[in-house]
């Protein structure tokens, strides 16, 4: 399973967010896959350690890929979530409140941008949440 982390924008206009993963089948030589994901573009981006950005929204529905260093995101409720590399984000929130985003260690941020195309099928699957017995 490879982590993903889903944002989205809900009804009341700010920005959410899931832990999950995305959902790997066997594949040839004992590994395991997706399908092919219907993407527009890739692109690569760099911040500097110390990094950080403001409240925004994702300009276009993407796949964000860490390749190196370790954020912290925010949204507007106070409800935060942290990426390492590896880790893939399904950012969806692309109206509202949106959220923000520090780096908190002392490499750059190296990241892929997967522009992903209309209706794209994307294989997150939220982790399913423990139920707590008194």
């Known amino acids: 399973m490879i982590r993903c982390v889903r944002l ?10 899931e832990e999950g993963f995305l959902e790997l089948e066997p594949g040839q030589r004992g590994d395991f896959l997706t399908g092919k994901i219907d993407a527009a573009s890739v692109s690569f981006q760099e911040t500097e350690s110390g990094g950080a950005f403001a ?13 190196s260093g370790s954020l912290d995101f925010q949204t507007r409720d106070g409800h935060h979530f942290l990426l390492h590399p590896g880790n893939i984000l399904l950012a969806e929130d692309t109206a509202g409140s949106g959220h923000s985003w520090k780096l908190t260690d002392d ?3 190296r990241r892929a941008y997967v522009i992903l195309r209309p209706g794209a099928d994307v294989p997150f699957r939220a982790k399913v949440r423990q139920s707590v017995r008194a």
């Open 55 to 67: 409240w925004h929204t994702a300009p276009i529905r993407q796949l964000v890929i860490t390749l």
């Open 107 to 109: 490499s750059s941020w």
């Open 8 to 17: 989205w924008t809900g009804e009341d206009n700010n920005s959410h967010f």
